[in-house]
C-alpha cells in the first residue's frame, strides 16, 4: 500500500512539472532581434511578455517583449530580453484575458519581418503566425517576514 501511495504522489509531482505538451519538440535557435528575411519559414519557439493585444478581423496579433525561457519553457523573470516580436493567432482572443503584462510562449513560423515604430525608433518585429500557444498563470509574489517580533513581548537577555 505505501509503495502505491508513493508512487502516485511521484506520478503528480512529475506532472506539476513538466512543459506543456503543445510547446514541447526541437527548434532552431533564432533570436527575434537578430532574426533576418533568410529566416522566413522556419519555425521558432519564443515567450515574453506581452505589450499590447490587437483583434484585426479575424486574427490577434500580440506585441511581445522576447524573454530567454526557463527550464519549462516559461519566460525567464528577468531584465533581459531578445528583442520584440508580433505573434498572430486565428480568431478572437480576449484583450483582458491576453492583457500587458500576461506572460505567454508560442511555437510558429515566422511569416514576414515587419517596419514598425517603438516609441521614434525604427524598428524590425518578426511577425510569427501561432500554432500552438500558452497563456502562463500570473506569478505570485511572496513576502517573507524574518525577525518579527512582537511589540508587547519583553526580551529576556
Given amino acids: 500500500m505505501r509503495l502505491l501511495t508513493s508512487l502516485v504522489l511521484v506520478v503528480l509531482l512529475a506532472s506539476c512539472t513538466t512543459v506543456p505538451e503543445p510547446i514541447q519538440g526541437t ?11 533568410s529566416a ?7 515567450g515574453g511578455v506581452i505589450l499590447g493585444t490587437s483583434n484585426l478581423g479575424d486574427r490577434t496579433c500580440f506585441e511581445v517583449l522576447s524573454r ?3 527550464k519549462y519553457l516559461r519566460p525567464s523573470n528577468e531584465d533581459y530580453s531578445d528583442g520584440r516580436f ?14 500587458k503584462g500576461r506572460e505567454i510562449t508560442i511555437t510558429g513560423a515566422i511569416r514576414s519581418i515587419r517596419s ?21 498563470e500570473k506569478r505570485r ?3 517573507v517576514y524574518r525577525g518579527f517580533h512582537d511589540p508587547w513581548m519583553y526580551r529576556y537577555p
Fill in 86 to 99: 508580433i505573434a498572430c493567432k486565428e480568431g478572437f482572443q480576449d484583450p483582458v484575458v491576453f492583457s
Fill in 40 to 46: 522566413i519559414g522556419s519555425q521558432v519557439r519564443w
Fill in 68 to 70: 530567454e525561457l526557463d
Fill in 116 to 136: 514598425g515604430q517603438v516609441e521614434e525608433f525604427s524598428y524590425r518585429f518578426p511577425l510569427v503566425e501561432i500554432e500552438n500557444l500558452v497563456l502562463w
Fill in 141 to 143: 509574489q511572496v513576502v
Fill in 27 to 37: 527548434f532552431p535557435v533564432i533570436a527575434p532581434g537578430t532574426a533576418q528575411s
